[in-house]
């Protein structure tokens, strides 16, 4: 889970913490918002003192002193620190009499529940009592009491009342500190009711008592529901198989998206898909903890794999509902890893792969460091040793002259065997930081011609041109290698490449005046095979305008839909990376497929460094990018080998 949306002000908010005013801390209740000098009393005989300073790893531990020295003591540093009066809750700082003290100011067992949790919850959005003190009983379903969890623990009425609308599951904010409980216990709690960015809680916690024990089975829920409010808090199951739909931020907050129903797609991307449809069976499944980057992850799942039985509390923040687990996840490797693409017939192979900059400028894009460039170049070789085309176009290469990508060439070369691959010059790569490349095997294929380029001012990118025959000669073919203007960096003012809201982003007039240019490109080419990252899903308009003009899209032909992706955003896959034939070389096309080495992987897995768990990472093909290679098989006539 992320941090909390209130954290120390001075503080990384990596490290922060999640402490509100009138929250009980260690039996002090804090009567303002924190600031970086909090006094942490424990029920214990320490006090710590933390001194936050710019972060709160900075922390002072005083040593345990005598029980005679603590009651003065505490109370001259929280005047010193606090400068504030601190009210006393349960339990009360450590004193000489701090049991009897805690026994008599404590509600006890035989103090009753002055509301149900139901009346608590609610049946709208919002507890009705928000601001009053209750004292709610329940069973203890979920367990997060920890400062590196939730801060909390969840309960649940284990007699539901007879309004489905209302639901019977509260979140305590009280931490191990102030009260330890676990799976089973039967409490009775007193707390603030209120709404914490959205969820329902009882914050601060001013008394929590063990009564017992008891059970609550988890309640079987389908997804889509009918809405989740009304099984905030409460114990679920998921007896249907949900797919991961999207790990973005596993390495860092824990947090997979599963969905009913398979895998989510772009609405942009292909025909039927609706996304308020999309958005009604997905579910956030959290780690129950607050931990960023944490060196024990959840585990490292691709999408496509399937979770079944998960079972677990449903909380909520970061305007979401989170399913914080209370047993392990288990999931099925429905989508497991493929070591080389779908073999493609024909006798001539050629792909399209964006290398995700793949730089030799150490520090401007892409690695940041000489161990994260070896690490970078280790990957990028084993796909290309993976793909084993006669001729890759390639995407985000530096634009300085012929070094990175002659540097990649030479990586790869000393894999496979010296002069396996060459690299063709692009005559002009524009100004852009980055610049499209095309690298070949001399053995299978032979350039007719030289390298040419278009020169239109649409590109920033200027496409690389080059017509190949297969070895001794045959019918030629032209890769026309493209990377067309991307959607994000958005244009000031609400001109026609401002987003529409349409689904197609930004710059998405651009893009299509790029797309009418390389018709007007491949008008005179033999045989065009136009391929690259065309920031373009399969259903928007450049695509529509190079399919209009005589195109064809040659995974829309050959690759069944639901492997038709090869990026994913926002926990969606789509087509950004496209093959598109002209009419003659259409007949002479056997086989196509997408390699799926790098969108169904968590990037934790690609070679950065800064947050990265360092035991995962692999010299291998996988996640050795942001987008999948598109892979073509060519029957061609004429030639050798």
Not at 140 to 151: A, E, K, M, W, Y
Not at 396 to 405: D, I, M, P
Not at 406 to 425: C, I, K, R, S
Request: net charge negative; with cysteine.
């Amino acid at each position: 889970m992320r941090q909390a949306e209130v954290v120390r002000p001075a503080c990384d908010a990596r490290a922060g913490s999640r402490v509100r005013a009138g929250d009980p801390v260690h039996g002090v209740v804090i009567p303002r918002p924190p600031t970086c000098q909090d006094l942490l009393i424990s029920s214990s005989l320490h006090i710590y003192v933390e001194i936050c300073k710019r972060c709160p790893s900075k922390v002072r531990v005083m040593r345990v002193l005598p029980r005679a020295t603590l009651a003065a003591l505490g109370a001259a540093v929280l005047s010193a620190v606090l400068a504030v009066p601190a009210v006393a809750a349960s339990p009360a700082p450590a004193t000489p009499d701090a049991p009897a003290a805690r026994e008599a100011a404590a509600a006890s067992c035989d103090t009753p529940a002055t509301h149900r949790i139901s009346q608590v919850q609610g049946s709208g959005d919002a507890t009705p009592l928000a601001g009053q003190t209750v004292r709610v009983e329940g069973v203890v379903t979920g367990d997060f009491q920890r400062s590196d969890q939730l801060s909390g623990f969840f309960l649940q009425d284990p007699r539901p009342d007879s309004d489905p609308a209302t639901s019977e599951g509260l979140f305590a904010f009280a931490r191990d500190t102030f009260k330890d409980v676990k799976p089973g216990d039967r409490v009775l709690v007193t707390g603030k009711a209120v709404e914490f960015n959205g969820w329902t809680e009882l914050s601060p916690v001013t008394a929590v008592d063990v009564c017992g024990t008891g059970t609550v089975p988890a309640l079987p829920s389908t997804l889509p529901g009918d809405g989740l409010e009304r099984v905030e808090n409460m114990l679920l199951t998921f007896p249907q198989p949900l797919t991961v739909t999207d790990h973005y931020n596993l390495g860092r907050f824990g947090e997979v998206t599963v969905s009913a129903g398979g895998r989510l797609f772009q609405p942009t991307d292909r025909p039927g898909v609706d996304p308020g449809e999309q958005r009604a069976r997905t579910l956030l499944v959290d780690d129950g903890s607050t931990r960023q980057n944490p060196a024990t992850l959840p585990p490292v799942v691709r999408t496509g794999q399937v979770a079944v039985g998960l079972t677990g509390v449903l909380g909520y923040g970061f305007d979401t509902y989170r399913l914080q687990p209370t047993r392990p996840v288990a999931y099925l490797d429905a989508n497991p890893r493929l070591p080389k693409p779908f073999p493609v017939i024909g006798n001539v192979k050629v792909a399209s792969f964006n290398t995700l900059n793949w730089f030799t400028t150490v520090g401007s894009r892409g690695a940041t460091n000489a161990e994260e460039q070896r690490r970078q170049l280790a990957k990028l070789v084993a796909a290309l040793k993976g793909i084993d085309a006669d001729a890759v176009a390639l995407m985000e290469v530096e634009n300085n002259g012929q070094t990175a990508l002659q540097t990649l060439v030479d990586a790869v070369n000393a894999e496979v065997g010296a002069g396996t691959y060459a690299a063709l010059t692009h005559p002009y790569p524009g100004t852009d930081a980055i610049q499209v490349g095309l690298i070949y095997k001399p053995a299978r294929l032979e350039p007719v011609g030289e390298p040419r380029a278009a020169q239109d001012p649409v590109f920033s990118r200027p496409p690389l041109i080059q017509t190949f025959r297969r070895a001794g000669g045959g019918q030629p073919f032209t890769m026309v290698v493209n990377h067309l203007k991307s959607k994000g960096s958005c244009p000031a003012g609400d001109g026609p490449d401002a987003d529409q809201g349409d689904g197609q982003g930004c710059w998405n007039a651009t893009r299509v005046k790029q797309a009418q240019a390389l018709l007007g490109l491949v008008e005179d080419l033999p045989n065009p095979l136009v391929l690259g990252d065309l920031n373009a899903y399969g259903e928007e308009d450049p695509i529509d305008t190079l399919e209009a003009g005589g195109l064809t899209s040659l995974t829309k032909r050959f690759v069944p839909a639901p492997l038709r992706y090869s990026y994913l955003f926002d926990g969606m896959s789509g087509e950004l990376d496209h093959a598109l034939a002209g009419r003659q070389l259409l007949k002479r096309v056997t086989s196509t497929t997408i390699w799926h080495i790098n969108a169904d992987e968590p990037r934790i897995l690609d070679y950065n460094t800064e947050f990265n768990p360092p035991d995962l990472y692999r010299p291998d093909a996988y996640r050795s990018s942001d987008h999948d290679p598109v892979v073509i098989g060519l029957t061609l006539p004429g030639g050798k080998g």
